[in-house]
Protein backbone atom coordinates (compact mmCIF):
# COMPACT_ATOMS: atom_id res chain seq x y z
CA UNK A 1 0.00 0.00 0.00
CA UNK A 2 2.96 2.06 0.84
CA UNK A 3 4.23 2.16 -3.63
CA UNK A 4 0.83 3.77 -3.69
CA UNK A 5 2.00 7.40 -2.09
CA UNK A 6 5.06 7.21 -4.95
CA UNK A 7 3.00 5.80 -7.51
CA UNK A 8 -0.09 8.07 -7.43
CA UNK A 9 1.68 11.73 -7.50
CA UNK A 10 4.45 9.79 -10.18
CA UNK A 11 1.34 9.47 -12.29
CA UNK A 12 -0.37 12.98 -12.07
CA UNK A 13 3.00 14.28 -12.85
CA UNK A 14 3.72 12.45 -16.03
CA UNK A 15 -0.25 12.92 -16.66
CA UNK A 16 0.29 16.67 -16.07
CA UNK A 17 3.28 17.12 -18.70
CA UNK A 18 1.36 15.20 -21.38
CA UNK A 19 -1.39 17.69 -21.07
CA UNK A 20 1.46 20.65 -20.74
CA UNK A 21 2.78 19.47 -23.81
CA UNK A 22 -0.22 19.25 -25.63
CA UNK A 23 -0.88 22.55 -24.82
CA UNK A 24 2.28 24.15 -25.77
CA UNK A 25 1.97 22.60 -29.32
CA UNK A 26 -1.85 23.83 -29.72
CA UNK A 27 -0.67 26.88 -28.99
CA UNK A 28 3.05 26.92 -31.10
CA UNK A 29 0.53 25.76 -34.38
CA UNK A 30 1.85 22.42 -34.43
CA UNK A 31 -1.70 21.10 -34.83
CA UNK A 32 -2.71 23.29 -37.53
CA UNK A 33 -2.73 21.92 -41.00
CA UNK A 34 -3.27 17.99 -40.40
CA UNK A 35 -4.29 16.94 -44.10
CA UNK A 36 -1.49 18.98 -45.88
CA UNK A 37 1.74 16.57 -44.63
CA UNK A 38 -0.38 13.23 -45.46
CA UNK A 39 -1.08 14.76 -48.93
CA UNK A 40 2.34 15.79 -49.49
CA UNK A 41 3.64 12.79 -49.94
CA UNK A 42 1.07 11.74 -53.35
CA UNK A 43 2.51 15.16 -54.95
CA UNK A 44 5.27 14.66 -57.48
CA UNK A 45 8.98 16.07 -57.30
CA UNK A 46 9.42 17.42 -60.50
CA UNK A 47 10.18 20.37 -59.44
CA UNK A 48 13.39 19.86 -58.42
CA UNK A 49 16.41 21.01 -60.07
CA UNK A 50 19.64 18.89 -61.64
CA UNK A 51 22.71 18.45 -59.27
CA UNK A 52 24.94 21.35 -61.20
CA UNK A 53 28.37 19.08 -60.99
CA UNK A 54 26.45 16.20 -62.80
CA UNK A 55 27.08 13.62 -60.02
CA UNK A 56 24.18 11.58 -60.28
CA UNK A 57 23.08 12.07 -63.74
CA UNK A 58 22.41 8.98 -65.81
CA UNK A 59 22.32 9.40 -69.59
CA UNK A 60 18.51 7.93 -70.04
CA UNK A 61 19.41 4.60 -71.96
CA UNK A 62 19.19 1.94 -68.78
CA UNK A 63 22.56 1.97 -68.55
CA UNK A 64 23.60 4.14 -65.43
CA UNK A 65 26.50 5.82 -67.37
CA UNK A 66 27.22 8.98 -66.25
CA UNK A 67 28.69 11.88 -68.84
CA UNK A 68 32.42 11.52 -67.59
CA UNK A 69 32.28 7.86 -67.83
CA UNK A 70 34.51 6.28 -71.07
CA UNK A 71 32.52 4.63 -73.45
CA UNK A 72 32.25 1.22 -72.86
CA UNK A 73 33.09 -1.19 -75.99
CA UNK A 74 29.41 -2.51 -76.70
CA UNK A 75 28.15 1.95 -76.98
CA UNK A 76 31.44 2.60 -78.98
CA UNK A 77 30.62 3.75 -82.45
CA UNK A 78 32.27 1.69 -85.65
Excluded at 32 to 45: G, I, K
Excluded at 63 to 73: A, E, F
Amino acid sequence: MSIMYLLVPLALLLAGLAVAAFVWSARQGQMDDLVTPALRMLHDDDETTPPRDGVGHTDHSGKGRTPSDPVSSDTAVR
